[in-house]
């Protein structure tokens, strides 16, 4: 069965500090991985995917299939990316997103 | 237009009694998803509705859970004789079609005390 594992519960920051958000994953085929984020009191959605290899919001994660990882990256943190982010995961032939439990970050002044 | 609304917002019961949980999706998405957000426990998967294809039931954690979508469009979850393991924010999500699973539209929850 496929696994999404967010390793850190919490991760606080100062701002303009580089910020990695652990993402591991277990799946036999070829996944497919997003990141979704919560702001307070907004409701949650979707920030990136792998396949579109794109930059959000200063956000960039890379599929890593040798150490099954896509972390979640961004070169210099600020306070208002402070939220829930949660890793999730697709597998082929499926609409079912298995999403990992989610890391608390914390971006202070 | 309108996003992915749920109501009630908040519901407290007490243990042993049903609820039922109400999702009105984006008006044309085909596909409904139900999720529970457990303190610590992320997101869980609960049931998939795609059209008028039977249900992917598989991540409802017990007998005591149940739901259905009417006309392809609302959907309702119901819990039966609750448990207070059962409190939790229960979310919906729709999108547009089949394949686009990732850009799910979520509503904003419905958070069930159990007491």
């Known amino acids: 069965a496929q696994r999404v594992t967010q390793p850190e519960k919490l991760l606080s920051v100062f701002k303009g500090a580089p910020v990695e958000l652990k993402c591991n994953y277990s799946y036999s085929g070829s996944p497919e991985l997003f990141w979704y984020v919560q702001y307070s009191r907004q409701r949650l959605q979707l920030l990136l995917r792998?396949?579109s290899r794109e930059s959000i919001k200063g956000f960039t994660a890379d599929l890593n299939k040798g150490e099954t990882s896509f972390h979640l990256k961004k070169p210099f943190a600020q306070e208002e990316d402070s939220a829930m982010y949660y890793c999730?995961?697709?597998?082929?032939?499926?609409?079912?997103?298995?999403f990992g439990k989610g890391t608390k970050l914390t971006v202070n002044p | 237009g309108a996003g992915v609304s749920q109501s009630p917002s908040n519901k407290v019961t007490e243990k042993g009694k049903d609820v039922e949980l109400r999702c009105d999706p984006i008006?044309?998405?085909?596909?409904l998803y139900w999720y529970r957000q457990s303190l610590g426990q992320g997101l869980e998967f609960l049931i998939y509705f795609q059209g008028n294809s039977a249900p992917d039931k598989s991540g409802l954690p017990s007998d005591r859970f149940s739901a259905e979508r009417t006309g392809g469009s609302v959907s309702t979850l119901t819990i039966q004789r609750t448990q207070q393991e059962d409190s939790a924010v229960y979310l919906c999500a729709s999108s547009l079609q089949p394949g686009r699973a990732y850009e799910q539209y979520f509503g904003p929850g419905t958070r069930l005390t159990v007491t």
């Open positions: 792998h396949i």
């Open positions: 008006s044309g998405h085909t596909a």
């Open positions: 999730a995961l697709k597998e082929g032939g499926s609409e079912k997103l298995v």
